[in-house]
């Protein structure tokens, strides 16, 4: 199979942890005998270095003319006190925006070898295999009228948390989807007591499980969710939220996977003609511009995102479940960065990614 791979290593560690992703991607490329194609684009503050603004115009190019995209980390603090439209943030929403990417897959699993690495108890955190369905291109980050107006006392900020049927439809449907192919549960997120734009949330996604009979659906509210995370985490499969809920509750998995280094996801959307979803894919983490240049960076988050990669915009499921799999027996290995709390000295970001590809076998 021809893989064409735009890859955007973006800010800070975000080009550390790319490098090792790709290493993955090349060593899958050749272990399985696919042709694989590579372009690079700017995004984030290096691009508002190189070119002036945070997405140039030629990253998106790229970005549609690619089979899929795969993203380090945007974000430098250098850009932190100026205007949104000019922060790196605002090149990763444009390129969300640009693709027409609305659902965000995030997968939080608790690893056996990383248990002590969660704040939580074992016996808690033990069994922990979900995907959070984050919707990506609505909701109060989108909404507008929006922005800082008046001044002195008279200051007023102004945000909008707005949806429509079909948006909601969509992602409902995704969300269903993936349950019917896992154990078949799923936990519609919102804060329906209070909010009228949630109420609309819990009806449509009510309409939408009629098409599900086989899935067992649970609304619950937002705060309750956050706290059943912590106190029963196993109780999910599938969550499905609204863009700023799911943006929230998702960090929070962080601490049930261990480390926020741990988490991949993916945002993807329309079916292409053979099946394949358009995809974007990315670690959950941020730039953390503080150990940039150590070699210190957890690359697991980024390599995850390739398996999730090789799933859903190539249907490689053997491929996928091969970096799965040897992401596990290096977690097992012990050869792991210091986020993960390794009983020896450290493992570099390279270490991990070189690691990684030997428990993939092949030459």
Same mark, same amino acid.
């Given at each position: 199979? &021809?893989?064409?791979?735009?890859?955007?290593?973006?800010?800070?560690?975000?080009?550390?942890?790319?490098?090792?992703?790709? #290493?993955?991607?090349? &060593?899958?490329?050749? +272990?399985?005998? &696919?042709?694989?194609?590579?372009?690079?684009?700017?995004?984030?503050?290096?691009?508002? &270095?190189?070119?002036?603004?945070?997405?140039?115009?030629?990253?998106?190019?790229? *970005?549609?003319?690619?089979? *899929?995209?795969?993203?380090?980390?945007?974000?430098?603090? @250098?850009?932190?006190? +100026?205007?949104?439209?000019? #922060?790196?943030?605002? /090149?990763?929403?444009?390129? #969300?925006?640009?693709?027409?990417?609305?659902?965000?897959?995030?997968?939080?699993?608790?690893?056996?070898?990383?248990?002590?690495?969660?704040?939580?108890?074992?016996?808690?955190?033990?069994?922990?295999?979900?995907?959070?369905?984050? @919707?990506?291109?609505?909701?109060?980050?989108?909404?507008?009228? #929006?922005?800082?107006?008046?001044?002195?006392?008279?200051? =007023?900020?102004?945000?909008?948390?707005?949806?429509? =049927?079909?948006?909601?439809?969509?992602?409902?449907?995704?969300?269903?989807?993936?349950?019917?192919?896992?154990?078949?549960?799923?936990?519609?997120?919102?804060?329906?007591?209070?909010?009228?734009?949630?109420?609309?949330?819990?009806?449509?996604?009510?309409?939408?499980?009629?098409?599900?009979?086989?899935?067992?659906?649970?609304?619950?509210?937002?705060?309750?969710? *956050?706290?059943?995370?912590?106190?029963?985490?196993?109780?999910?499969?599938?969550?499905?939220?609204?863009?700023?809920? /799911?943006?929230?509750?998702?960090?929070?998995?962080?601490?049930?996977?261990?480390?926020?280094?741990?988490?991949?996801?993916?945002?993807?959307?329309?079916?292409?003609?053979?099946?394949?979803?358009?995809?974007?894919?990315?670690?959950?983490? /941020?730039?953390?511009?503080?150990?940039?240049?150590?070699?210190? $960076?957890?690359?697991?988050?980024?390599?995850?995102?390739?398996?999730?990669?090789?799933?859903?915009?190539?249907?490689?499921?053997?491929?996928?479940?091969?970096?799965?799999?040897?992401?596990?027996?290096?977690?097992?290995?012990?050869?792991?960065?210091?986020?993960?709390?390794?009983?020896?000295?450290? $493992?570099?970001?390279?270490?991990?990614?070189?690691?990684?590809?030997?428990?993939?076998?092949?030459?």
């Amino acid at each position: 199979m &021809h893989l064409q791979v735009l890859i955007l290593p973006g800010d800070g560690i975000g080009t550390e942890v790319t490098c090792e992703a790709v #290493r993955v991607l090349k &060593h899958v490329a050749k +272990v399985y005998g &696919h042709e694989l194609t590579l372009t690079e684009g700017l995004l984030g503050g290096v691009a508002i &270095h190189k070119k002036g603004t945070p997405l140039p115009d030629e990253t998106v190019k790229l *970005a549609l003319e690619a089979d *899929a995209t795969l993203l380090g980390a945007v974000g430098l603090p @250098e850009f932190d006190n +100026v205007a949104p439209e000019k #922060r790196p943030e605002r /090149g990763l929403l444009g390129i #969300r925006k640009a693709l027409g990417v609305y659902a965000n897959l995030r997968p939080v699993r608790a690893y056996s070898a990383l248990l002590n690495s969660s704040p939580l108890k074992n016996h808690l955190v033990e069994g922990t295999d979900m995907i959070i369905v984050r @919707e990506l291109t609505g909701g109060i980050y989108y909404g507008t009228p #929006r922005g800082i107006s008046g001044e002195g006392a008279e200051t =007023r900020a102004v945000n909008t948390m707005t949806y429509t =049927r079909p948006e909601i439809e969509r992602v409902a449907r995704m969300a269903f989807t993936l349950a019917r192919a896992r154990r078949r549960k799923l936990a519609s997120v919102d804060k329906s007591n209070v909010l009228e734009n949630s109420q609309l949330w819990r009806k449509v996604v009510t309409e939408v499980a009629a098409e599900f009979p086989d899935v067992e659906l649970e609304h619950i509210l937002v705060d309750n969710c *956050a706290m059943q995370l912590i106190l029963n985490p196993r109780r999910f499969d599938i969550v499905l939220t609204e863009n700023m809920f /799911g943006d929230i509750l998702s960090d929070e998995g962080a601490v049930l996977a261990g480390s926020i280094g741990m988490l991949p996801s993916a945002s993807i959307g329309a079916r292409k003609p053979n099946g394949a979803w358009v995809g974007l894919y990315e670690p959950v983490h /941020g730039s953390a511009p503080d150990i940039a240049g150590q070699n210190k $960076a957890n690359p697991l988050g980024a390599i995850g995102s390739v398996a999730a990669m090789l799933e859903y915009s190539f249907g490689l499921k053997e491929e996928a479940a091969a970096v799965n799999n040897a992401i596990e027996k290096v977690l097992e290995s012990g050869r792991v960065t210091a986020d993960l709390k390794p009983a020896g000295p450290p $493992a570099s970001t390279t270490d991990v990614g070189q690691a990684v590809c030997s428990f993939i076998g092949g030459k």
